[in-house]
């Protein structure tokens, strides 16, 4: 399966800390991209990243792929009260068209 | 912005019921998804449509079918709803199969 698993599965941090969660998938991919869910609600999609970029940035989230690695790290720096969501990473394999699939979620709780 | 609509939040179903779930958005996609999101297994997909009457199957299909007869709408139909199928539900729609934009969710409950 090319499901991309998060680490850890779930991170508590206070607030103004940097919180930093982690993707690894299977095969090669053409994008990554991660997606924030409050609870109980829809995704809300963040940043994508492709294959032959290393590093973007987008406000106060920052995100690195290691395609050598096949992971991907998402950081949140200046953590606030509402960053607190579960956060997915998702891939499509490379290749011909293919359906994105979604990890299986880091839960952040930041801290007031 | 995108909208995405869901024709319930919650939904509580019994056994054997015929059980539609549909989906609305207003930006003029060409891709729209299901997903069931279920504790500890993420979001796995259900059925996904490239374009209207078109319609492709994701990685768990079975107990579901879905329609699109028009660009916006798109259902996904429990034909025989089970306990197993109960689960949150989430409709997305997307220009390409990048950022998708996703409805609210529907909490269904089959009892």
């Known amino acids: 399966s090319q499901q991309g698993e998060e680490d850890p599965q779930a991170l508590s941090i206070q607030e103004g800390e940097n919180a930093t969660m982690n993707c690894s998938y299977k095969?090669?991919?053409?994008?990554l991209q991660w997606y924030r869910q409050n609870s109980g609600r829809g995704l809300v999609h963040l940043i994508l990243?492709?294959?032959?970029?290393r590093e973007k940035h987008s406000g106060r989230l920052r995100v690195t792929l290691d395609t050598s690695k096949k992971s991907s790290s998402l950081l949140i720096t200046a953590s606030r009260a509402a960053d607190t969501a579960s956060y997915f990473c998702?891939?499509?394999?490379?290749?011909?068209?293919?359906?994105?699939?979604f990890g299986t979620g880091t839960k952040l709780q930041v801290i007031p | 912005d995108v909208k995405v609509t869901q024709s319930s939040r919650y939904l509580v179903k019994r056994t054997g019921e015929k059980v539609f779930l549909e989906c609305v958005q207003d930006?003029?996609?060409?891709?729209m998804f299901w997903y069931r999101q279920d504790p500890g297994l993420g979001l796995r997909l259900i059925y996904f449509?490239?374009?209207?009457?078109?319609?492709e199957k994701g990685d768990i299909p079975e107990g579901y079918s879905v329609s699109r007869e028009k660009k916006e709408r798109f259902s996904l139909i429990l034909e025989s709803a089970s306990t197993n199928q109960t689960s949150m539900y989430l409709c997305?729609?997307?220009?390409?199969?990048?950022?998708?934009?996703f409805g609210p969710g529907t909490r269904l409950t089959v009892t």
């Open positions: 997305a729609s997307s220009l390409t199969r990048y950022e998708q934009y």
């Open positions: 095969t090669s991919i053409n994008n």
């Open positions: 990243i492709r294959s032959n970029e």
């Open positions: 998702a891939t499509d394999a490379a290749g011909g068209y293919q359906k994105v699939t």
């Open positions: 930006m003029d996609h060409e891709n």
């Open positions: 449509s490239y374009d209207v009457k078109m319609k």
